[in-house]
T-cell receptor
Framework: NAGVTQTPKFQVLKTGQSMTLQCAQD?????MYWYRQDPGMGLRLIYY???????DKGEVPNGYNVSRLNKREFSLRLESAAPSQTSVYFC???????????????FGSGTRLTVV | AQSVTQLDSQVPVFEEAPVELRCNYS??????LFWYVQYPNQGLQLLLK??????LVKGINGFEAEFNKSQTSFHLRKPSVHISDTAEYFC???????????FGKGTRLSVIA
């Protein structure tokens, strides 16, 4: 029962480098999300994918891109990392539908990213 | 659009004392409310949720929360805390359908022996 798996768990990047954070879920959830967590700021939504084939911007999308590769996988890419992107990144998934009562999310354990 | 305000950024409390973590929300539509807990260096875990029905919701680890529509609040309570409850607690709100969760900034609960 893996739930939501994020890789890597830790990463240090130099300013200007690129990288992709990977996220996979095995619960057959249709919706997936990327959040960043910064001290005193709570969790802020970067991008989300309500269903396979769709993606939407959240509160803080600048500097990021996403790909919903299939129903299981949702990756987050930093094309040119900046120190302001130093953060802990969480992926989450849920069952969501326009017609159903919303459920809570299942979260991964996070990726701690430092940009120097 | 929905938003959440957690009124206290830090709450210190002695072991076995009661605690209340406050959360207010704003929304122009029906809301669904959640409390999550984050233990050090871990992801978030769902404590409890209010979707409909009874306004008093019971969750895991002895926590409960009361939905108050007139005061737009969803405060989290526990009658007697333990050292192991030391963590950060997040209140969150979402509307219906595919709208994403919106989180508050968190309340750090520190239980003192």
């Amino acid at each position: 029962n893996a739930g939501v798996t994020q890789t890597p768990k830790f990463q240090v990047l130099k300013t200007g480098q690129s990288m992709t954070l990977q996220c996979a879920q095995d619960m057959n959830h249709n919706s997936m999300y990327w959040y960043r967590q910064d001290p005193g700021m709570g969790l802020r939504l970067i991008y989300y994918s309500a269903s396979e084939g769709t993606t939407d911007k959240g509160e803080v999308p600048n500097g990021y891109n996403v790909s919903r590769l299939n129903k299981r996988e949702f990756s987050l890419r930093l094309e040119s990392a900046a120190p302001s992107q130093t953060s802990v990144y969480f992926c989450a998934s849920s069952v969501s539908s326009r017609f159903s009562v919303p459920y809570g999310y299942t979260f991964g354990s996070g990726t701690r990213l430092t940009v120097v | 659009a929905q938003s959440v305000t957690q009124l206290d950024s830090q709450v210190p409390v002695f072991e076995e004392a009661p605690v209340e973590l406050r959360c207010n929300y704003s929304s122009s539509v029906s809301v669904y409310l959640f409390w999550y807990v984050q233990y050090p260096n871990q992801g978030l875990q769902l404590l409890l949720k209010y979707l409909s029905g009874s306004t008093l919701v019971k969750g895991i680890n002895g926590f409960e929360a009361e939905f108050n529509k007139s005061q737009t609040s969803f405060h989290l309570r526990k009658p007697s805390v333990h050292i192991s409850d030391t963590a950060e607690y997040f209140c969150a709100v979402r509307g219906g359908g595919n709208t994403p969760l919106v989180f508050g900034k968190g309340t750090r609960l520190s239980v003192i022996a």
